[in-house]
């Protein structure tokens, strides 16, 4: 059986790319797999959080988990820093993990910005958090959305360098997944850029928890071409885009794929189905499917986030569970390293 971890900040709203990168797939790996599904609020504090604030989104994303179809007696569900372990093994990665590995770290560059000295240093080594978090578990499979390749990555290089310093074979090597139809779902605003819940524009995104109203304006608003919608000859032979097609026409690839994604259709039968056509007939039929894809989930969050009562619960039970699993890995690590348990 393979141990799935995986993980989303309580840091904005939950968007469709949490969704369909991530969040979808936690629900379908449920049914063969020993799943962990953690809200990464110590990840969430690498950026400025205000508290009430985080509170508040921490029971959101939980809702999300379970409005989603995340079964907490099935899967672990818990939040991140009632699991002391994880900070404690991040530490000891500190200092696996060397300083030119994170300085090529593009989600850092990104989220710093121009002015990197201003950065809270746990962004710098926010990856090194990560990779505790999977190996904490001694997880081995990780479903994640395309930009974070290069973190799990990073949480292979930590397990290597660990085990080959101190000669063991303890933790194992990860599998990242990322699959599913929409791996990179990007901005509504710009289609080279992600739709990332720390967008300052909320319309560049659609929220989980968004009305049918608000999907309707904000897929009007989406930007799109001038050029009617394509024929499957800009589909490559995996079912996908062709990546020139994806370069020259970046908004239509994101809709339409955001489209086959929320319906369930192959990309191709979406295609073919708005072939020539323009993005007025398609921007209301997208509202659509994403209002009915949507909008029970919505409802059901904000109702679990009202009396959070149920939310609490399970976040209470997850993280007791959370400990048993992780408690006595911690423990091993440390004889490894050498710190004495007098
Ligand atoms: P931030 O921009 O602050 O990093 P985020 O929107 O990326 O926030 P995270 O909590 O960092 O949200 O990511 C949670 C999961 O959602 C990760 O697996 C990530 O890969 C996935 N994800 C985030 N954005 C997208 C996207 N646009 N398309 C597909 N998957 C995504
Ligand atoms: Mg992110």
């Not at 994170?102 to 809270?120: P, V, Y």
């Not at 699959?179 to 779902?185: L, N, S, Y």
């Not at 189905?273 to 894809?293: L, Q, R, S, Y």
């Amino acid at each position: 059986m393979k141990r799935i971890f995986s993980g989303v900040q309580p840091s904005g709203d939950l968007h469709l790319g949490n969704y369909l990168g991530a969040i979808r797939r936690f629900v379908d790996l449920q049914a063969d797999n020993d799943c962990i599904y953690c809200v990464v609020d110590l990840h969430a504090i690498t950026v400025w959080q205000d508290p009430a604030e985080l509170r508040q989104r921490t029971r959101e994303v939980t809702a999300g988990y379970l409005a989603a179809g995340i079964d907490p007696k099935k899967s672990i569900i818990f939040n991140q820093s009632q699991v002391a372990a994880h900070a404690e093994l991040a530490w000891v990665f500190n200092c696996v993990t060397r300083l030119g590995w994170l300085n090529r770290m593009t989600q850092f560059k990104d989220k710093a910005g121009k002015n990197r000295e201003k950065a809270s240093s746990g962004l710098y080594v926010y990856p090194n958090l990560m990779a505790a978090d999977i190996l904490v578990y001694k997880g081995t499979h990780v479903p994640v959305g395309e930009d974070q390749k290069q973190h799990l990555e990073l949480t292979r290089d930590i397990a290597q360098k660990f085990n080959n310093d101190f000669g063991v074979e303890y933790f194992p090597i990860v599998e990242p997944l990322i699959q599913g139809a929409a791996p990179r779902v990007m901005s509504l605003r710009d289609g080279t850029k992600k739709m990332s819940s720390s967008d300052p524009s909320d319309a560049a995104r659609i929220n989980m928890t968004d009305d049918a109203d608000a999907v309707a304006k904000k897929v009007r608003r989406a930007t799109s071409d001038a050029e009617l919608l394509p024929d499957p000859s800009v589909i490559g032979p995996d079912g996908q885009f062709t990546a020139e097609f994806r370069q020259s026409r970046p908004e239509a690839a994101n809709l339409l794929t955001i489209f086959a994604a929320l319906s369930g259709q192959t990309l191709a039968d979406t295609v073919g189905a708005f072939e020539g056509k323009g993005f007025a007939d398609f921007k209301k039929e997208m509202t659509d499917v994403a209002v009915a894809a949507l909008g029970p989930m919505g409802a059901e969050m904000k109702r679990m986030v009202e009396d959070p009562s149920h939310v609490d619960s399970v976040l209470r039970d997850g993280a007791e569970r959370a400990r048993a699993l992780a408690d006595p890995i911690l423990a091993e690590v440390y004889d490894i390293v050498g710190f004495l348990r007098p």
